[in-house]
């Protein structure tokens, strides 16, 4: 399984900015698909998750209402879209799978599969 996230970039405050993560080596129908975020001496953090199976999406309350998470079946691929963005919005962003589905969704643990980070840069 591998997962190869792009997207990001350098965009000024309230710009927008979509992050793709294209998956491969197998089906994904029954997995759940997230984004994570880093940033220097920081955990990572839970962004957005989505239920490959059903649709369903969860979000962190930082992004809620800015952020949004969906799935294209025929390309293996998730998105997010970053609205609204924010100065720390700033963070290496990366995608994650859960090949159990598991229905926990928010924790580092939770998942088996990692892309490599994508750069996300606000100015202000």
């Known amino acids: 399984v591998q997962l190869q996230a792009s997207g990001g970039g350098l965009v000024q405050a309230g710009g927008s900015l979509r992050l793709s993560c294209a998956a491969s080596?197998?089906?994904?129908?029954?997995?759940?698909m997230a984004w994570f975020r880093q940033t220097p001496g920081k955990e990572r953090e839970f962004v957005a998750a989505i239920n490959w199976s059903n649709g369903r999406t969860y979000y962190a309350g930082s992004v809620k209402g800015r952020f949004t998470i969906s799935r294209d079946n025929a390309k293996n691929t998730v998105y997010l879209q970053m609205n609204s963005l924010k100065p720390e919005d700033t963070a290496i962003y990366y995608c994650a799978a859960d090949r159990f589905n598991s229905g926990s969704y928010y924790t580092v643990d939770d998942y088996d599969y990692w892309g490599r980070g994508t750069l996300v840069t606000v100015s202000s």
């Open positions: 080596g197998r089906s994904f129908s029954s997995y759940a």
